[in-house]
């Protein structure tokens, strides 16, 4: 999986303070993200199902956050 | 905070078994991604500097994501 771009997520680490900042940090980040993203959405995906919904909402997600 | 870009998030969502996903559940997921982000980052350079240095390395994230 490397979908999420590492540039933007090394940004957010700089606006957070960060310095400098290691290739490998923002690899485990990005790979971090990533697989947070991926758990979140299997979650939503349940939820839209209980739902009896085939999209996605923005309501799915929250659950999804919460029941993490 | 808009960073991180929604294309590779929904792509993720797709691959997560997502059909049809609402715009709102793209930004909700974009932002909780970001705060996750932002909460990483704060923890590893607080991480990189108990260690006396001021590169953050995968070792100061691979903390913070233990200590969330």
């Known amino acids: 999986m490397s979908n999420i771009p590492k540039a933007p997520i090394a940004r957010i680490m700089k606006e957070s303070g960060a310095e400098r900042i290691s290739e490998d940090a ?3 980040l990005t790979n971090y993200l990533e697989e947070v993203a991926a758990n979140v ?4 995906k349940k939820a839209a199902e209980f739902a009896k919904r085939k999209t996605i909402k923005a309501e799915d997600i929250k659950l999804a956050i919460k029941n993490l």
């Open 26 to 28: 923002k690899d485990e």
């Open 41 to 44: 959405s299997t979650e939503a």
